[in-house]
């Protein structure tokens, strides 16, 4: 399984971005999207998940009420929509699947990732 993650780039404090995750196989009938990102200098970290079957989402604290995520099962992509940018949100940003529908913020628990997409929010 290929993931792709695209949509990154500059935006301004208060803008927004919308990033995509595609995937070149959907291998489980039931499995669970997620996104994190790294910062430069840190590790990464979990931003938001989603199960296919019942979409039932998850979020970090840092980003409820400003992202949202997003799956449409006619596309077979995912989506990231951050809204209310800050210049904290710089980081690249993956998108991962795993297996189960159950949502996860565990890193350890996605079987693939795609390549990340950098996201720059400048002040």
């Known amino acids: 399984v290929q993931l792709q993650a695209f949509g990154g780039g500059l935006a301004q404090a208060g803008g927004y971005l919308r990033l995509s995750c595609a995937a070149s196989?959907?291998?489980?009938?039931?499995?669970?999207i997620a996104w994190f990102r790294q910062a430069p200098g840190k590790d990464r970290e979990f931003v938001a998940s989603?199960?296919?079957?019942?979409?039932?989402?998850d979020y970090a604290d840092s980003v409820k009420g400003r992202f949202t995520i997003l799956s449409y099962g006619a596309d077979n992509k995912e989506y990231l929509q951050m809204n209310s940018l800050r210049p904290e949100d710089t980081a690249v940003y993956y998108c991962?699947?795993?297996?189960?529908?159950?949502?996860?913020?565990?890193?350890?628990?996605?079987?693939?990732w795609g390549q990340g997409t950098l996201v720059t929010v400048s002040s």
């Open positions: 991962a699947i795993k297996r189960g529908s159950r949502y996860s913020p565990l890193m350890g628990d996605y079987e693939f």
């Open positions: 196989a959907r291998p489980w009938s039931s499995y669970a």
């Open positions: 989603i199960g296919y079957t019942d979409h039932n989402r």
